[in-house]
C-alpha cells in the first residue's frame, strides 16, 4: 500500500515510518526541508519535498495513497498560531479531498473538543472539523495527552532556578504520551484502519500527578527534592518570553494552562479514558530526561 506520513522525520513521524517500511509498504514522507531527502531514503521511504501550505503540492502527493497521516507542523513564528494551524488543516482537507484519499489518520490532542480558549489545542479542533467535513472517509483524530519531550523545556528552570514550574494548578494529574507509543498505534491504524466513519481515539502513555513528575525527573537529575512550582499567568507569559519565547506563543501556551487549570481541557479525556496506556512509563523516560539534562 501507499502511505504517505506528514510531519517529516519528527518523534512521532521517524518511528512510524520504519514500522510502516518495515512491513513492506511504499511509504512517502513530506518533508519541507531538501537536507531529508537523504535520511528518508535511507529508511527507505520516498521523500516528497514541499509545503503543507501548498495544496497543490499536497493534492499531487496524496495522489494513489492508501492511507494518508497527517499532523501540522510547528511553527514559533506565526503571528496567528492558532489561525496557522486551522488553515494547514483545510489544506489537508482540500488535497484529500482532490486526491480521492479515503483513510486519515490526525494527530490531534487532548483538549481538541475546545474551539477556544485552549491556546494552540483550539486550532486543531478545527482542523478536525474540516475534515469531519468530508464525505466517504475513514478518518481517526488521535488524540494524546502532554509530550514527554516537552517536560524538556524545564531544564533552563531547573538549572537556574531549582525548579519545574507551569500555571497549570497546584499538584494537577497530567496524562502524559510518549511520541513512540503514538507512532506504533498510527502505524496499525494507518495499515488497518479498523476504525470506520469519522472517530476520536485518546492516547496516554502514563498519568501522574506533577508533584509526582518533578520527584521522579529530580531523583533521575540527582536532585530529589526537585518541586513543581505553580505560577501565575503573568509570571508565566514573562518566563516564557524572557526566555525567548515570541509573545504570541506565551500567550497561547498560558491560556491551555489556564483552561488544565479550570478543568475544561480535560473534561472529554476524563470521560473517554482508554482502558489500555501506552508501554512507556514516566520512570522509562527519566531515563531520557536525565540525559538530556547532563548533555543540555
Do not use: C
Not at 510518549?178 to 496499525?188: C, K, L, T
Amino acid at each position: 500500500m501507499k502511505i504517505v506520513v506528514t510531519g517529516s522525520l519528527g518523534h512521532i513521524s521517524k518511528p512510524m515510518v520504519k514500522t510502516l517500511v518495515a512491513a513492506k509498504h511504499d511509504v512517502v514522507v513530506i518533508s519541507s526541508k531538501h537536507e531529508k531527502v537523504l535520511e528518508i531514503e535511507a529508511l527507505g521511504a520516498e521523500a516528497a519535498i514541499g509545503s503543507v501550505k501548498d495544496v497543490a503540492f499536497l493534492t499531487e502527493t496524496f495522489k494513489g495513497a492508501h492511507a494518508v497521516y497527517t499532523m501540522v507542523p510547528p511553527n514559533f513564528v506565526a503571528t496567528d498560531w492558532k489561525g496557522y494551524i486551522a488553515q494547514i488543516g483545510k489544506n489537508y482537507a482540500e488535497a484529500i479531498k482532490a486526491a480521492g484519499v479515503k483513510n486519515v489518520v490526525n494527530l490531534s490532542s487532548i483538549g481538541a473538543h475546545m474551539p477556544d480558549g485552549a491556546g494552540p489545542v483550539s486550532g486543531l479542533f478545527h482542523v478536525e472539523q474540516v475534515l469531519n467535513q468530508l464525505h466517504d472517509i475513514n478518518l481517526l483524530h488521535l488524540r494524546p495527552g502532554y509530550f514527554y519531550y516537552n517536560l524538556l523545556n524545564n531544564i533552563g528552570m531547573i538549572k537556574h532556578a531549582g525548579m519545574m514550574g507551569s500555571n497549570m494548578g497546584e499538584n494537577i494529574s497530567l496524562p502524559l504520551s510518549a511520541p513512540e507509543d503514538i507512532a506504533e498505534v498510527a502505524a496499525n491504524e494507518l495499515q488497518k484502519m479498523s476504525h470506520s466513519g469519522k472517530n476520536i481515539s485518546y492516547l496516554v502513555s502514563d498519568e501522574r500527578k506533577t508533584d509526582e513528575i518533578a520527584k521522579i525527573l529530580g531523583k533521575a537529575i540527582g536532585k530529589p527534592d526537585l518541586k513543581w512550582m505553580n505560577f501565575k499567568d503573568e509570571d508565566s507569559i514573562n518566563g516564557m518570553v524572557q526566555a525567548g519565547i515570541p509573545m504570541e506563543n506565551a500567550k497561547n501556551l498560558t491560556e491551555a494552562g489556564e483552561a488544565v487549570r479550570s478543568g475544561a481541557f480535560y473534561s472529554e479525556y476524563r470521560k473517554h479514558i482508554p482502558k489500555t496506556f501506552g508501554k512507556t512509563k514516566l520512570e522509562d523516560y527519566a531515563e531520557t530526561f536525565a540525559v538530556m539534562y547532563n548533555h543540555g
